[in-house]
C-alpha cells in the first residue's frame, strides 16, 4: 500500500528520482521518460472520462487502473530480479491484453468498414479519445525504446500497442457508432 504523509520530499533537487527498486536516476532517463509518459497518456484517460458514462465510462476507469499498474512495471527495472525480490513488483499480465483485446472485438463488431482515415475529432468524447490515442502510441514508442537498452515485460509492451488500437474503436464508438466520423479527404485542400 501507497503511503503519501508528504508530497515534496527535495530527494529530487538534483535531476534524479528513485525507480522501484531503490535506485536513482537521471529524470530524463529513458526508463522515466517512458513511465512519465504512460502517466501522461493516464491523465488523458481522466479527460475522457469527463465524457463517457455507462460501460464505455467504467472500461476507461479499469485502463486508468491499468496505467497505473503499467507505471509501477516500468519503474522497477531488472525483471530478471523479480524472483529474489522480498515483495515482488507489479508487472502487467497478458491477461490485462487480452481483455482489451476482447474489449476491442466487441466494439467494432457492428462498426462499418473505414474506407478512408478518419481525422481525430467529431464528438467531445472522440477528440479525447484520439487525444488518449495518440499520447499511448507516444508512450509506446518510448517503451519499445527502453527495450533497446534494458529489459521490459513484454506484457506492457503488447498492452500499450492494443490500447492505442482501443482509443481508435472507441473512438468510433463515440461517433455515433462511426456514422459521424470525420474523415479525411486527400487533398482536398490543395486548390
Not at 529524470?27 to 472520462?49: C, F, I, M, Q, W
Not at 476507469?61 to 509501477?72: E, K, M, V, Y
Not at 518510448?142 to 498492452?159: D, F, G, H, P, Q
Request: charged fraction near 25%.
Amino acid at each position: 500500500m501507497v503511503v503519501l504523509n508528504k508530497i515534496y520530499t527535495r530527494t529530487g533537487d538534483a535531476g534524479e528520482t528513485a525507480l522501484g527498486n531503490g535506485s536513482r536516476v537521471a529524470k530524463h532517463s529513458p526508463r522515466v521518460t517512458a513511465y512519465g509518459t504512460v502517466d501522461e497518456a493516464n491523465a488523458t484517460v481522466g479527460l475522457a472520462r469527463l465524457h463517457a458514462e455507462g460501460a464505455l465510462g467504467a472500461r476507461l476507469s479499469a485502463i486508468q487502473n491499468d496505467l497505473f499498474d503499467l507505471g509501477a512495471d516500468l519503474c522497477t527495472p531488472d525483471m530478471e530480479l523479480d524472483h529474489e525480490r522480498e515483495y515482488p513488483p507489479l508487472r502487467m499480465t497478458a491477461a490485462q491484453v487480452t481483455r482489451l483485446e476482447a474489449e476491442i472485438d466487441e466494439m467494432n463488431a457492428n462498426l462499418e468498414p473505414l474506407r478512408s482515415f478518419i481525422l481525430p475529432g467529431g464528438s467531445a468524447l472522440a477528440a479525447h479519445l484520439h487525444l488518449c490515442r495518440t499520447v499511448s502510441r507516444r508512450a509506446e514508442r518510448l517503451v519499445v525504446e527502453l527495450a533497446t537498452t534494458e529489459s521490459v515485460n513484454e506484457s506492457a509492451l503488447r498492452y500499450l500497442n492494443r490500447l492505442s488500437d482501443w482509443f481508435f474503436v472507441a473512438g468510433r464508438i463515440a461517433n455515433n457508432d462511426g456514422k459521424d466520423d470525420v474523415l479525411w479527404v486527400p487533398g482536398a485542400n490543395r486548390d
